[in-house]
């Protein structure tokens, strides 16, 4: 019960929704960048949406599959095939034994998330199947996969409205489902994304001029960013007084600005402590997007109040319900 | 106290705006804040993260939003109950005198031989004492553990006294081994796991900060009293077996 890592790619990592509950022993909360894309894809396999899948950075992976299995992936813009035939976003394979799988360059975006019915076994740590890249524990053996690899996958449950659909087949053919999870949810990567965020917690420690920076100029992703965080460049964010602050609690999300003037926007493995000034917190619908920022992309911010942040995830949740219901119906 | 949204998935709750004019009383109120949130049980609230003058809510605004019956008004519901456990907590604490939170008191076997402390130099001159005298006032001080963070199991320690206060080099290095023990700035800390950092370097212990595999996952908790202890080379070998 196994899927053979033929090609691991650029970086390409066991994740579930995260670690928490860990936080006072400094813990992050590594996970998938975009939980919300995890849950999409493994409810179209039939897992549990908390099942662990796999985060695949700009592409490269390629795996072949020792049993059947259904999969589904969603994130970036890639070229996703099986043998000759084009897997897109959001849509459904059911695979057979021996088929191989393979991720191309991500054309838009850089991320996305693999589930696979049964889901990905390796030990729960912490809480989670996710791998904690910093401090080199969780999903296998701490680290990203390997050339090589034998990924254990786990009983599955037979519960996918599409293995029903095509488990009467004879003989036993690769299919796609025509069908696919609405398109935002599938494929939310964008060049020129916008991020919506609520005020930081040291928003009035920047001036007028600063706050007007922020919120108006587009922001260049730099190269060195990670699954820490997303370094921008852009005009320089000055804060009004330049004292110490005292270290406090940072989320994935958090805008810090460092003394350089270039904003930080942290992701999953960010660390759970933070002495910089925090000018905003991009919402969490947001952070699917913000998972998919390459380098070179331009971004911006736009303000919503605390209030909407909270009713667009509302929204959402219920939109995510009828999904569900919607696939429960099929089966 | 204080609160503000860290996003819309979590909170800060200030106690106080001040660390260094008392860090004792200061810790105190931030951890029997800590300790009143975490036994208060309040739906929703998926983790709790203290540190030196706050107390860090994360919470499941969908989940809040169905306990409170307020879904366009969840945080204000929330702060609100926070307030209120956290303020009738004080009152209690006061009227019973047991303002001491649970401190446990770890000592920490640390050598401070050159090979490990490849900063005690810049920390002596700094502080206009020779290498041996910084580390007989760094192993002879109290600790108080602030808070985890930077990496998993990273305790920053409290207490430091003031003479050894250091600045942070200005060219981090890229690699520092597991268990170097440091001073960044006002504060002594120890590096659990090999990783980059730009403390200087004082020392080094034998014992293993982080074991994801156990429970607490770390050698340090929040409130703990750490005292350093200064061990031999060959210590430190028998240590680590």
Request: glycine share 10%; aromatic share 8%; net charge negative.
């Given at each position: 019960?196994?899927?053979?890592?033929?090609r691991?790619?650029f970086?390409?990592?066991?994740q579930?929704?995260?670690?928490?509950?860990?936080?006072?022993?400094?813990?992050s909360?590594?996970?998938?960048?975009?939980?919300?894309?995890?849950?999409?894809?493994?409810?179209?396999?039939?897992?549990?949406?908390?099942?662990?899948?796999?985060?695949?950075?700009?592409?490269?992976?390629?795996?072949?599959?020792?049993?059947?299995?259904?999969?589904?992936?969603?994130?970036?813009?890639?070229?996703?095939?099986?043998?000759?035939?084009?897997?897109?976003?959001?849509?459904?394979?059911?695979?057979?034994?021996?088929?191989?799988?393979?991720?191309?360059?991500?054309?838009i975006?850089?991320?996305?998330w693999?589930?696979?019915?049964?889901?990905?076994?390796?030990?729960?740590?912490?809480?989670?199947?996710?791998?904690?890249?910093?401090?080199?524990?969780?999903?296998?053996?701490?680290?990203?996969?390997?050339?090589?690899?034998?990924?254990?996958?786990?009983?599955?449950?037979?519960?996918s409205?599409?293995?029903?659909?095509?488990?009467?087949?004879?003989?036993?053919?690769?299919?796609?489902s025509?069908?696919?999870?609405p398109h935002d949810?599938?494929?939310?990567?964008?060049?020129h994304p916008?991020?919506?965020?609520v005020?930081?917690?040291?928003w009035?420690?920047?001036?007028?001029?600063?706050?007007?920076?922020?919120?108006?100029?587009?922001?260049?992703?730099?190269?060195?960013?990670?699954?820490?965080g997303?370094r921008?460049?852009?005009?320089?964010?000055?804060?009004?007084?330049?004292?110490?602050?005292?270290?406090?609690?940072?989320a994935?999300g958090?805008?810090q600005?460092?003394?350089?003037?270039?904003?930080?926007?942290?992701?999953?493995?960010?660390?759970?402590i933070?002495?910089?000034?925090?000018?905003?917190?991009?919402?969490?619908?947001?952070?699917?997007i913000?998972?998919?920022?390459?380098?070179?992309?331009?971004?911006?911010?736009?303000?919503?109040s605390?209030?909407?942040?909270?009713?667009?995830?509302m929204?959402?949740e219920?939109?995510l319900?009828r999904?569900?219901?919607?696939?429960?119906l099929?089966? | 106290?204080?609160?503000?949204?860290?996003?819309?998935s979590?909170?800060?709750v200030?106690?106080?705006d001040?660390?260094?004019?008392?860090?004792?009383?200061?810790?105190?109120?931030v951890?029997?804040?800590?300790?009143?949130?975490?036994?208060?049980?309040?739906?929703g609230?998926?983790?709790?993260?203290?540190?030196?003058?706050?107390?860090?809510?994360?919470?499941?605004?969908?989940?809040?939003?169905?306990?409170?019956?307020?879904?366009?008004?969840l945080?204000?519901?929330?702060?609100?109950?926070?307030?209120?456990?956290?303020?009738?907590?004080?009152?209690?604490?006061?009227?019973?005198?047991?303002?001491k939170?649970a401190?446990r008191?770890?000592?920490?076997?640390?050598?401070?031989?050159?090979?490990?402390?490849?900063?005690?130099?810049?920390?002596?001159e700094?502080a206009?004492?020779?290498?041996?005298?910084v580390?007989?006032?760094?192993?002879?001080?109290?600790?108080?553990?602030?808070?985890?963070?930077?990496?998993?199991?990273?305790?920053?320690l409290?207490?430091?006294?003031?003479?050894?206060?250091?600045?942070?080099?200005?060219?981090?290095?890229?690699?520092?081994?597991?268990g170097?023990?440091?001073?960044?700035?006002?504060?002594?800390?120890?590096?659990?796991?090999?990783?980059?950092g730009?403390?200087?370097?004082?020392?080094?212990?034998?014992?293993?900060?982080?074991?994801?595999?156990k429970?607490?996952?770390t050698l340090?908790?929040?409130?703990?009293?750490?005292?350093?202890?200064?061990?031999?080379r060959?210590?430190?070998e028998?240590?680590?077996?």
């Amino acid at each position: 019960m196994t899927a053979i890592v033929q090609r691991a790619g650029f970086l390409t990592s066991v994740q579930d929704l995260g670690r928490t509950g860990f936080r006072q022993f400094g813990v992050s909360t590594s996970g998938a960048l975009d939980s919300f894309a995890l849950r999409v894809a493994n409810l179209l396999v039939g897992n549990d949406e908390g099942s662990a899948g796999l985060e695949i950075t700009l592409g490269g992976l390629q795996l072949q599959f020792e049993d059947e299995r259904i999969v589904a992936w969603c994130g970036g813009a890639f070229d996703v095939e099986i043998g000759s035939r084009a897997l897109p976003a959001g849509h459904v394979a059911h695979l057979q034994a021996g088929d191989e799988l393979k991720f191309g360059r991500a054309q838009i975006g850089c991320r996305c998330w693999l589930a696979i019915s049964g889901g990905i076994d390796v030990p729960v740590v912490l809480g989670s199947r996710s791998t904690d890249l910093r401090a080199n524990f969780g999903g296998l053996e701490g680290r990203v996969l390997h050339d090589g690899n034998v990924v254990l996958l786990g009983a599955q449950s037979g519960s996918s409205a599409f293995a029903k659909a095509t488990a009467d087949k004879s003989p036993p053919a690769t299919g796609i489902s025509s069908w696919t999870a609405p398109h935002d949810w599938a494929s939310p990567a964008n060049r020129h994304p916008n991020l919506r965020f609520v005020r930081g917690v040291d928003w009035n420690r920047f001036d007028d001029v600063t706050i007007q920076r922020f919120t108006i100029h587009e922001f260049s992703v730099s190269p060195d960013s990670d699954r820490m965080g997303v370094r921008l460049d852009g005009p320089e964010l000055k804060r009004e007084d330049e004292t110490d602050l005292i270290s406090e609690a940072v989320a994935p999300g958090t805008i810090q600005v460092p003394p350089s003037g270039k904003p930080i926007l942290l992701l999953g493995d960010c660390q759970t402590i933070g002495g910089y000034p925090k000018i905003a917190h991009v919402i969490t619908v947001d952070l699917g997007i913000a998972a998919q920022l390459r380098a070179g992309d331009g971004v911006r911010f736009f303000e919503v109040s605390l209030q909407d942040a909270h009713g667009l995830l509302m929204e959402r949740e219920r939109d995510l319900e009828r999904f569900r219901i919607g696939l429960s119906l099929q089966r | 106290m204080q609160i503000t949204a860290l996003g819309d998935s979590a909170l800060i709750v200030r106690v106080r705006d001040q660390f260094e004019d008392a860090p004792e009383e200061t810790l105190n109120e931030v951890f029997r804040a800590f300790h009143l949130l975490r036994d208060a049980g309040i739906p929703g609230i998926i983790d709790l993260a203290p540190a030196y003058t706050s107390v860090a809510i994360f919470f499941d605004p969908i989940i809040v939003a169905k306990v409170s019956g307020k879904p366009g008004g969840l945080f204000d519901w929330l702060a609100e109950r926070v307030r209120e456990i956290v303020t009738a907590g004080a009152h209690r604490g006061r009227r019973v005198r047991s303002t001491k939170t649970a401190a446990r008191p770890v000592e920490i076997p640390v050598c401070y031989d050159p090979e490990f402390a490849l900063d005690i130099d810049r920390v002596a001159e700094q502080a206009q004492l020779s290498a041996g005298e910084v580390v007989d006032l760094h192993s002879g001080s109290e600790y108080r553990v602030a808070c985890n963070g930077f990496v998993s199991g990273f305790p920053f320690l409290a207490g430091l006294p003031k003479k050894l206060a250091t600045p942070r080099r200005d060219t981090p290095r890229k690699e520092i081994p597991a268990g170097s023990v440091g001073i960044g700035g006002a504060q002594t800390g120890i590096y659990p796991l090999r990783s980059p950092g730009g403390w200087n370097l004082i020392g080094r212990t034998p014992l293993q900060l982080f074991d994801p595999t156990k429970d607490p996952p770390t050698l340090l908790c929040p409130g703990d009293r750490v005292r350093f202890r200064a061990i031999t080379r060959e210590q430190f070998e028998s240590l680590k077996q």
